[in-house]
Each structure stands twice: as C-alpha cells, then as structure tokens.
C-alpha cells in the first residue's frame, strides 16, 4: 500500500494518487487494475484526501447534497398547516415539521405556524432524516439547534466548509479565539457571524472569504492568523485616533 499525494494536494482527473488493494475509496476516485496491482485514480478536479487507509477527492466547487446528521443554516420559505419548507441551498426542500420544533401538542385548528416560524426566518437545524427519494426531514431538537435571531449571513462554496471548520475545529476556532466572535456554519455553505461591533463582523467575513480563496493551499491556517493579528492591529490603531 503506497500513497502518492500529499493531503489536500491539488488533483486533475487522471492522476494516480494510490497503489495497493488495501485502499477504501472515497468519492472522487475510481480504482484501476494496472499489471495486477490496484491504482487510485482521481476523477475529478479537487483536494486529495488522505484519511488512514481510506482514499477521496474532495471537489473544489460543487452544490450541497444532504446527509443524515449535517448541521444546515436554513431558510424558510413557506409555512404550510403542520410543517415548514425550509430553503438548504441545495437541489432539495427541507421539511420541517412541528413534532420536531416544539414539545408539546399542536392543534392546527386553532394554532398557526407562523407564530412559531414565518417566512423568510432563519435557522440552525439538522438532517434528520435523507434516503434521496423524497425531501430531507429536519429538525431542530437537539443542542444548539434553533431560530436565529440575530447575526450576519453570509453564503460560500459548500465543498470549502470542511477547510473553514478545519482539522477537529482549529481553524474555526482561531477565528472564535481571535475575534471574539460567535460563529454558526452550516454543511449547506452558509455561515451566520454574531459579533459585537461591524468591524469585528466585517473582518471575520474577510478572513472566510480569504480561506475559502484559498482552500487548495497548504500553510493556510498560519496565513489566517497572521492575517486576523495584522487586521486587529489596524482596528487598534483606529481606534485609538478615533479617542
């Protein structure tokens, strides 16, 4: 068994990025039998990945397909008599129902949705359920999961999110650690920034968009943090002008 990439390694389809049949395969690869020996294959343009024994490409641009477990920041877009549609930026409408937003019985003679969620709302939930064969079922009992209230929304690639949130969290936490900032990111490709000043707000946006330019790069997490110390600098000095 012989890896022949580095991770996160910019990949083109045709490149060979493993040798041997001890490999699981992720998405993005296919194996090929050359001189009796299993390769792996890219198929398509990405960042290769590296994952033990297990072999994948992660594309560089694509839409968010869900999956059972994933945290989205949704949308609603129509309050129906018992469920929500709820917008995950993807090719499938979420449905949320009320069984999984309150604990407690719900009489839709007399009560109405919109009085819990209406249009155009925003949400932290999660896929509760996806088999492809019809809508996702969301829900939002669980930690963390709620209507958000407050906080700037912003959009991104979502096949970048795992390089935002980085390795067990560190780089989503180095953004936290050094603005101070609540950040709430969504597998679908969106992100809700809750800072306590515009600046701090529009500086943490900066440095996301930077990462998500910049994904395919090794060497990105030191870049971020020099990029957040030299920007507070800048905010710092303002600051003390403006006294």
């Not at 580095?6 to 690869?29: C, E, M, W, Y």
């Not at 890219?42 to 869900?66: D, F, H, T, W």
Request: charged content about 30%; hydrophobic content about 40%.
């Amino acid at each position: 068994m012989t890896i022949l990439v580095t991770r996160n390694q910019l990949v083109i389809p045709g490149d060979i990025l493993a040798r041997g049949s001890g490999f699981k395969v992720g998405g993005g690869v296919y194996r090929k039998n050359v001189n009796n020996e299993t390769e792996i294959y890219a198929s398509m343009i990405g960042l290769a990945q590296i994952r033990k024994n297990r072999v994948g490409v992660v594309p560089l641009e694509g839409c968010y397909i869900p999956l059972e477990g994933d945290i989205v920041i949704g949308m609603v877009t129509k309050v129906g008599i018992t469920s929500w549609n709820v917008d995950i930026r993807g090719p499938y409408v979420g449905t949320l129902r009320v069984s999984n937003v309150i604990d407690r019985d719900f009489d839709a003679l007399r009560e109405s949705l919109d009085r819990i969620l209406k249009t155009g709302d925003i949400v932290k939930a999660q896929i509760a359920f996806f088999d492809r064969m019809r809508d996702p079922v969301l829900t939002l009992q669980g930690r963390g999961l709620r209507k958000i209230n407050k906080g700037r929304l912003i959009e991104v690639d979502p096949v970048k999110i795992p390089r935002i949130i980085g390795k067990k969290g560190s780089m989503i936490q180095l953004l936290k650690n050094m603005t101070n900032a609540q950040i709430l990111v969504g597998q679908n490709g969106r992100i809700v920034i809750i800072a306590f000043n515009l600046e701090t707000e529009n500086l943490v946006e900066r440095a996301i968009r930077k990462i998500e330019a910049e994904a395919h790069t090794s060497g990105l997490t030191d870049r971020i943090r020099e990029f957040l110390e030299k920007e507070k600098g800048k905010l710092s000095e303002r600051s003390e002008e403006d006294e």
